[in-house]
C-alpha cells in the first residue's frame, strides 16, 4: 500500500493561512488523497479530498503537485478550533483490483493554533 | 441523521473478561471498519467489512472478532481482553460513491 509522510507537528497564529504538507512518493494512478482531521477526545472528521486537480470547500483547500507525489492542505485562515492531528491517507478507487476498502492512517501532524 | 453511533463511550474490563463494542450506522454504507488508537498512534485498521456476511483483517486483528449480519451492524467482540487492548476506539462507515469516512465518537476501553 502507498505510503504518506507527514511532520509530526506544526505551529500557527491565528488568522494566518497555514499549509500542511503531504509527501505520498508511491501513489498510483488510482489514489486518491484525502485528508482527515481529529479534534481533541473526537472521532477523526473529513476534510477534503482529490485526484489530481486543486480543489475547495468550505474547509480547506488541497492543492496537488502535478506529478502527484505530494499535497498541501491549505487552511486560509487558522482559528483556534482549528487546532487538531491532520491525516493525510490514500484510498485507492478500487478500479484497478486495489484494496480501496483498507485505508490506514499514519499519526498525522498535530496543528497548533497560538491566539 | 445519527450517522455512526458506538455504544458503550467507556468501559473497564478485567483481564479475561470478554464484550462486545457495538457500532450502528444509519447511512446504508457498504463499507464498515474498526480502529483503535492508542496514546499518540494514528489510527490502526482492526477489522473490516465490505458488506453484509463479508469482513475481513486489518492491520491488528489478534484478539477481536466481528461478524456483519445485516448492513447497519458491526459489532467489535473481545473475546478475553488483555491489558494490550487497553485503547480508544472507533468504528467507521462509508460509501463507495465519494470514499468520505464517518467516524462514531469513540469507545474507551481500560483492562486492567
Known amino acids: 500500500d502507498a505510503k504518506t509522510t507527514q511532520p509530526n507537528s506544526m505551529e500557527s497564529n491565528e488568522e494566518e493561512p497555514v499549509h500542511l504538507p503531504c509527501n505520498h512518493s508511491?501513489?498510483?494512478?488510482?489514489?486518491?488523497i484525502h485528508w482527515y482531521r481529529q479534534l481533541p477526545s473526537q472521532g477523526p472528521e473529513y476534510v477534503i479530498h482529490?485526484?489530481?486537480s486543486n480543489v475547495n470547500n468550505r474547509m480547506a483547500s488541497l492543492a496537488i503537485a502535478e506529478d502527484r507525489k505530494s499535497s498541501t492542505l491549505i487552511l486560509h485562515r487558522a482559528t483556534l478550533r482549528d487546532a487538531a492531528v491532520y491525516y493525510c491517507?490514500?484510498?485507492?478507487?478500487?478500479?484497478?483490483?486495489?484494496?480501496?476498502?483498507?485505508?490506514?492512517f499514519g499519526k498525522g501532524t498535530l496543528l497548533t493554533v497560538n491566539p | 441523521n445519527a450517522g455512526v453511533t458506538q455504544t458503550p463511550k467507556f468501559q473497564v474490563l478485567k483481564t479475561g473478561q470478554s464484550m462486545t463494542l457495538q457500532c450502528a450506522q444509519d447511512m446504508n454504507h457498504e463499507y464498515m471498519s474498526w480502529y483503535r488508537q492508542d496514546p499518540g498512534m494514528g489510527l490502526r485498521l482492526i477489522h473490516y467489512s465490505v458488506g453484509a456476511g463479508i469482513t475481513d483483517q486489518g492491520e491488528v486483528p489478534n484478539g477481536y472478532n466481528v461478524s456483519r449480519s445485516t448492513t447497519e451492524d458491526f459489532p467489535l467482540r473481545l473475546l478475553s481482553a488483555a491489558p494490550s487492548q487497553t485503547s480508544v476506539y472507533f468504528c467507521a462507515s462509508w460509501t463507495a460513491n465519494t470514499g468520505e469516512l464517518f467516524f462514531g465518537e469513540g469507545s474507551r476501553l481500560t483492562v486492567l
Open positions: 482529490g485526484l489530481t
Open positions: 508511491t501513489i498510483s494512478g488510482t489514489d486518491y
Open positions: 491517507i490514500l484510498r485507492d478507487d478500487g478500479s484497478s483490483g486495489g484494496s480501496n476498502y483498507k485505508l490506514t
